[in-house]
């Protein structure tokens, strides 16, 4: 993409509605826009991250075995009367009346629904395990929304929900979501830390939140250090297999938010020097809650024994526009946005620091239709400006590599090569720089491990 042909609103101020680092980032590299408390709309870059971090969620629940589909926004009020959570819910709950009388809402979550889908197509315990999954807009109507996309009041979310003949299965389900987990916030170059969780307004027994530490985060956080060196369960991992001791070796070790801690408790488990106190951002939840949406619903199935018995049920939330923000805050700096490439916009900025230099520009044109071939998502910054400000363009929006064609280099055959994250800066010769930063780039992209 060729920047002077591109919508990319960047803003030189920062804005005075932000008050936390991503907001004040993604306002001013131009991701989003407020249209209304809580409301935002996601310009050409930030749509495009977005877009990315769909990709990796769905590539995840897909090798988990989930199903994709698509459920529609507004909801029957119905279908919430029928398990019991219709007045329960609270002001944060649009309610809606079309021009026929009917109670509609707009769907903070999809547990209702979900289980009217299911009802209404399947019957025999041969059918399961299943787990069906959409990625969809929804609203909750915060009292006061904050923290740009962080805490808005419409957001894009994966809820996903299994549907198993009894809980030793459900929970099995459940531990493939929890490991499917782990993956997909590597990917995103993120340690998330589960730890045991509040069910709230969803229900049931059994929750783990993902937590990534942030200086800006919402909830102090308590844990061993060594959940932040464990590898992930590898590409191969096996989703049919047992998988209880990846989420044992996982939740064995202590974590908890500030209003669950048991001070004693830390204390006893974990070594001085492995004490963690920080902050952290929640990112994704997990829930069992067994009978609580099929049995008031009539969401059953016949088992071996010819006996209709309710399903047991689980549901697996990630907000992709909170996301990105948990990214921005665990991966920044004074100058702007460090992204992982697996994430980024674009893996690559080219940056013509002399615009009017003919030679420049042809080994620009050149080297812009290779990087392409290649395979790497380039931004080619070919405006008619100052060097300065392209620099500062790229480190804002965060492009992971940059690479530099200036005169001086061009006289020795040679382009320069800098590392937005440690800012290392090396030079490489012109016939070899696009199979050079592709074999930087390529193992980054995080999609095999």
């Known amino acids: 993409m060729r920047l002077s042909r591109y919508f990319l609103p960047v803003l030189k101020e920062t804005p005075k509605e932000a008050e936390i680092v991503s907001h004040r980032l993604m306002l001013r590299a131009g991701m ?17 991250v977005l877009r990315k971090v769909q990709a990796i969620i769905e590539q995840e629940q897909d090798r988990a075995g989930a199903h994709e589909m698509l459920m529609p926004t507004l909801q029957p009020a119905d279908l919430w009367r029928e398990s019991g959570r219709y007045d329960d819910y609270g002001k944060e709950m649009l309610r809606v009346e079309d021009r026929h009388g009917r109670d509609l809402l707009y769907g903070p979550t999809n547990e209702e629904m979900i289980t009217s889908v299911f009802r209404a197509n399947v019957k ?52 493939r979501m929890f490991v499917a987990y782990l993956r997909t916030y590597k990917r995103m170059g993120l340690t998330a830390i589960p730890m045991q969780a509040e069910t709230g307004p969803i229900g049931g027994d059994l929750s783990h939140e993902f937590i990534v530490l942030a200086d800006t985060g919402e909830s102090g956080v308590f844990c061993d250090s060594a959940l932040l060196d464990k590898p992930i369960p590898s590409i191969d991992v096996d989703y049919d297999g047992d998988l209880s001791p990846i989420v044992d070796e996982w939740t064995s070790l202590y974590a908890a938010t500030e209003d669950m801690i048991e001070m004693d408790k830390f204390e006893a488990d974990v070594p001085e020097e492995r004490r963690i106190a920080a902050r952290g951002i929640e990112v994704g939840q997990v829930f069992y809650f067994g009978e609580k949406y099929s049995e008031p619903m009539g969401a059953k199935v016949t088992n071996a024994d010819g006996e209709e018995v309710a399903v047991h049920m689980g549901s697996y939330g990630i907000g992709l526009t909170r996301l990105l923000p948990a990214i921005i805050e665990a991966s920044h700096d004074d100058d702007g946005i460090i992204w992982p490439v697996s994430v980024a916009p674009f893996e690559l900025g080219l940056i013509n620091l002399k615009a009017g230099d003919e030679t420049c520009v042809e080994t620009c044109q050149k080297l812009y239709g290779e990087l392409k071939s290649a395979g790497i998502d380039v931004l080619y910054d070919d405006r008619d400006m100052g060097a300065g400000g392209k620099f500062a363009t790229a480190d804002l929006i965060g492009l992971p590599f940059q690479m530099i064609v200036g005169p001086r280099g061009l006289k020795n055959g ?36």
Not at 415 to 443: C, M, N, Q
């Open 124 to 175: 025999s315990y041969k059918d399961l395990p299943l787990n069906l999954y959409h990625i969809q807009w929804k609203f909750r109507d915060e009292i006061r929304p904050r923290f740009g996309t962080m805490r808005s009041r419409e957001f894009l979310m994966k809820d996903a929900y299994s549907f198993d003949l009894d809980k030793e299965n459900s929970i099995k389900a459940y531990n």
């Open 32 to 48: 989003i826009k407020q249209e209304a408390s809580g409301l935002y709309a996601w310009l050409p870059l930030g749509y495009k």
């Open 414 to 449: 040679e382009v320069e090569i800098k590392d937005r994250k440690t800012g290392e800066r090396s030079t490489v010769l012109i016939e070899a720089a696009a199979e050079h930063i592709r074999a930087i780039i390529e193992p980054l992209r995080l999609d095999t491990i």
